[in-house]
Each structure stands twice: as structure tokens, then as C-alpha cells.
């Protein structure tokens, strides 16, 4: 599988962006879908993950950022919302067909990664 993460920018603080990951493969809708970032200096962290039609958040931007996919389309969205200077970022999508719920945020769980998308808030 092959990833191209997409849609990153600046963006004012209390803005919105949508960042987007084009998937190769046939099939994709066998795979979880996960968007992860990592700020200068600090260590990658989880953001969002899809799973069929389950999604998973990170306490941080649960009930600002929503993860949606289009299996026909072998394309993943994260939709972001109110965002604020603590969400600048690379963003990096990435994807495993064999990875379990109980291991959904762990980066190390995930076989595929895209680049990333450089996301900046100013305030």
C-alpha cells in the first residue's frame, strides 16, 4: 500500500482544514486508516483511526477533528476543526490490514506510512 497525505496549510487559529490520503490497492477497505502527528521536537502521537466504520480519537481532538473514508474512492479525510496552535504539526496517515482495536494508536501497530503534511495554526 502506498500513501499520499495531502491537504495540509496555515491556517488562523479557531479555522478549519481537511486534510486528505489517497491509498493504493484493492483492498482498502480491508485496511484501518489512522492519522498520527508529530510537532518539532516531541515525540509522534495518535490523532484519529478508522476501522470499518468504527473511529477513534485522541482526547485532544475528540469533538474537533472527525475521520471519514471513501472505500471507493481508497480515500481517507480528516476534517479540523477549530483548531488551535497546539495542533501544528506534521500529519502522517497510515494503514495496516492486520492491526487489532487494542493496538489502534500505536504508531509501531501500523505497516504503511505516507509523508507528511505539514499543518500550521497561528494564533
Known amino acids: 500500500v502506498q500513501l499520499q497525505a495531502s491537504g495540509g496549510g496555515l491556517v488562523q487559529a479557531g479555522g478549519s482544514l481537511r486534510l486528505s490520503c489517497a491509498a493504493s490497492?484493492?483492498?482498502?477497505?480491508?485496511?484501518?486508516m489512522a492519522w498520527f502527528r508529530q510537532a518539532p521536537g516531541k515525540d509522534r502521537e495518535f490523532v484519529a483511526a478508522i476501522r470499518w466504520s468504527n473511529t477513534f480519537y485522541s482526547d485532544s481532538v475528540k469533538g474537533r477533528f472527525s475521520i471519514s473514508r471513501d472505500n471507493a474512492k481508497n480515500m481517507v479525510y480528516l476534517q479540523m476543526n477549530s483548531l488551535k496552535p497546539e495542533d501544528t504539526a506534521v500529519y502522517y496517515c497510515?494503514?495496516?490490514?492486520?492491526?487489532?482495536?487494542?493496538?489502534?494508536?500505536?504508531?509501531?501497530?501500523?505497516?504503511?506510512w505516507g509523508q507528511g503534511t505539514q499543518v500550521t495554526v497561528s494564533s
Open positions: 490497492g484493492r483492498t482498502f477497505r480491508n485496511y484501518a
Open positions: 497510515a494503514a495496516d490490514d492486520r492491526i487489532i482495536v487494542g493496538v489502534i494508536r500505536d504508531g509501531y501497530a501500523y505497516d504503511y
